[in-house]
């Protein structure tokens, strides 16, 4: 069973950047699709960006052309930089694993998920 595990969450001002991290351990789900979701406080989860196997990367439009997902083999370690983070940005985000679903955003499909972490974004 692959678990993932998210860093480098924290607290920046608006117009700043950060880098997450999520580590996969090795597992037997194939093929695998990473992506990155996020929960605001009172708001439903929502789907960020989601890597194919062959590392072709989709973005959610509030995010485009802000974060980048990217990923490093054979460690399977998945990156989401944010850059001019907005305080909308804000949110406990979470790595998944699985496969793909056309209704990916919902979180269908996934079926492995980290415990998140939380990025604070202040004006």
């Known amino acids: 069973q692959v678990q993932l595990a998210e860093s480098g969450g924290g607290s920046v001002q608006a117009g700043e950047s950060l880098t997450l991290s999520c580590a996969a351990s090795t597992g037997t789900i194939r093929p695998i699709y990473m992506a990155w979701f996020r929960q605001a406080p009172g708001k439903e989860r929502e789907g960020v960006a989601i890597?194919?196997?062959?590392?072709?990367?989709y973005y959610a439009d509030p995010v485009k052309d802000r974060f980048t997902m990217s990923r490093v083999n054979p460690t399977n370690t998945v990156y989401l930089q944010m850059s001019d983070l907005k305080p909308e940005d804000t949110a406990t985000y979470y790595c998944?694993?699985?496969?793909?679903?056309?209704?990916?955003?919902?979180?269908?499909?996934?079926?492995?998920w980290g415990q998140g972490t939380q990025v604070t974004i202040s004006s």
């Open positions: 998944a694993a699985g496969t793909y679903s056309p209704r990916w955003e919902r979180g269908d499909g996934m079926k492995v």
């Open positions: 890597m194919s196997p062959g590392e072709i990367v």
